[in-house]
């Protein structure tokens, strides 16, 4: 098993910045992708980032140029700088761990709640 704990969420205004970070702990050996989904309200489930052991990233349309995700191999923690957010950004943040790089992964955190206000 694998646990994924997030942290880092919270209120910011349209313009500003967050920073999430997702710890993975257990059976990390078999893990090669992490990454971020979202969902807001009344709305699916999307992915918005992923990487995986060698560094390869992936990114929905909409965030491309103002969010960055990036990876601890050695303290197993995966990161996503945020910058420049929207209000429709505004969704809750899940971690996501699996094998393969832009697909959903078995292992998921809790989820952390991002809200940005106009």
């Known amino acids: 098993q694998v646990q994924l704990a997030e942290s880092g969420g919270g209120l910011v205004q349209a313009g500003g910045s967050l920073r999430l970070s997702c710890a993975a702990s257990g059976s990390i050996s078999s893990i090669n992708a992490m990454g971020w989904y979202r969902q807001a309200p009344g709305k699916e489930r999307e992915l918005v980032s992923a990487i995986n052991s060698g560094g390869t990233t992936r990114y929905v349309d909409s965030v491309k140029g103002r969010f960055t995700i990036s990876r601890d191999n050695a303290k197993n923690t995966v990161y996503l700088q945020m910058n420049s957010l929207k209000p429709e950004d505004t969704a809750v943040y899940y971690c996501?761990?699996?094998?393969?790089?832009?697909?959903?992964?078995?292992?998921w955190g809790q989820g952390t709640q991002v809200t940005v206000s106009s």
């Open positions: 996501n761990a699996g094998s393969y790089l832009g697909y959903r992964g078995p292992y």
